[in-house]
């Protein structure tokens, strides 16, 4: 299969490539060149503006893993809707209009935005400053219109492993690796959910070789995990002997603690149906999950070889987790 994928290789592109190379299809990148893969021909140019090098190409399938503004991906979709059978584009779950307020499926609601105030939100370079469910559930209501019938929308939730450049799981393996006090938000049974990313992949390159469509939710796993389930295996695969103390979650927010951002993967008790995805008809179409124990080991060891001098992009920094653990009694240690 001739295979296009739209988008960057740091992370979901990467792996997406690496199971689309190994099941001996015929890869071509389009991106502005940033990140480049020696193993594919890359088609230098920009979703806003120059898609000249896709201009007189024809391929099987693409997969688009960068497509966010509802405009450019009609102005992708539109030039390659005759020349390519089948479209896979990467949505998410933050499409859904009740989000973390009540269990989602694929026919629940999603949340609407018109063409115009997309056209008003900004780009922080990496994506959408706000309205990011939104403008995703425009996204695909545009690609169906231009390829009915023949579109696959992907809805991942957190996607974690390595090469993960957002932190959100990444700080816990780094932080219970480190060991000492640490602080753990709410209440260990509080259920979490995310996906790694090579599970992703493969579910995703596995369907776009069946021409899969529809709508489908791929997030993990087939049980609820707990968040203490999480931060017990970090600790038993790193040989910590960390101390972890879970704080009320009225205490951190009255501390203005944020979540997601300052503590990875906790929302409040009210938001847990964001845990609540419904993935039931990607497992019918052969999504499987490997262990956590393995996605945390996977991690770790790509952390290790990570440059030291980067900066975080999320979690609490040891000051401040300090200075929280002393102001508190500790509940629920």
């Known amino acids: 299969m001739k295979l296009l994928i739209l988008g960057g290789t740091r992370f979901i592109g990467r792996y997406i490539t690496e199971r689309a190379l190994n099941n ?21 140019g920009d979703r806003d503006g ?3 090098a896709l201009e007189g190409r024809s391929f099987d399938a693409v997969i688009d893993t960068s497509g966010f503004f509802p405009r450019t991906v009609s102005e992708s979709v539109s030039l390659l809707a005759k020349v390519v059978d089948h479209y896979t584009f990467i949505s998410t779950i ?32 990496n994506g959408p400053t706000e309205h990011y469910g939104a403008l995703k559930a425009l996204a695909e209501k545009e690609l169906e219109k231009h390829m009915p019938g023949r579109v696959l929308n992907i809805r991942p939730g957190l996607v974690v492993g390595p090469h993960d450049y957002s932190d959100r799981f990444t700080y816990w393996v780094k932080r219970l690796d480190d060991g ?45 995990l707990t968040m203490g389930e999480l931060l017990d295996t970090c600790k038993r695969v790193s040989g910590s ?19 997601w951002s300052d503590l990875p993967l906790w929302l409040p008790e009210s938001h847990n149906a964001a845990a609540d995805i419904n993935v039931d008809k990607a497992i019918a179409q052969g999504l499987t999950f490997r262990p956590i124990e ?17 900066d975080w992009k999320a979690g609490l920094d040891r000051e401040k987790e300090t200075k929280l653990l002393n102001k508190t009694d500790r509940m629920y240690s």
């Open 294 to 310: 393995e996605t945390v080991s996977d991690t770790l060891a790509w952390l290790k070889t990570r440059d030291p001098s980067l």
């Open 241 to 259: 002997k960390a101390l972890l103390h879970w704080l009320d979650e009225e205490f951190l927010l009255s501390q203005g603690v944020t979540p």
């Open 24 to 44: 001996g299809h015929e890869v071509t990148h389009f991106n502005r060149g940033n990140h480049a893969f020696p193993e594919v021909e890359t088609l230098i």
């Open 50 to 52: 120059d898609l000249s």
């Open 94 to 125: 933050s499409v859904y209009k009740e989000f973390g307020e009540k269990p989602c499926t694929e026919d629940s609601p999603v949340q609407v935005i018109s063409e115009e105030e997309a056209e008003r939100v900004t780009s922080n370079g």
């Open 180 to 224: 000492g006090d640490v602080l753990a938000p709410g209440k260990p049974q509080r259920p979490i959910q995310f996906i790694d990313v090579r599970d992703l992949a493969n579910c995703i390159v596995d369907m776009t070789e069946k021409k899969v469509t529809g709508v489908y939710n791929v997030t993990g796993s087939e049980r609820h």
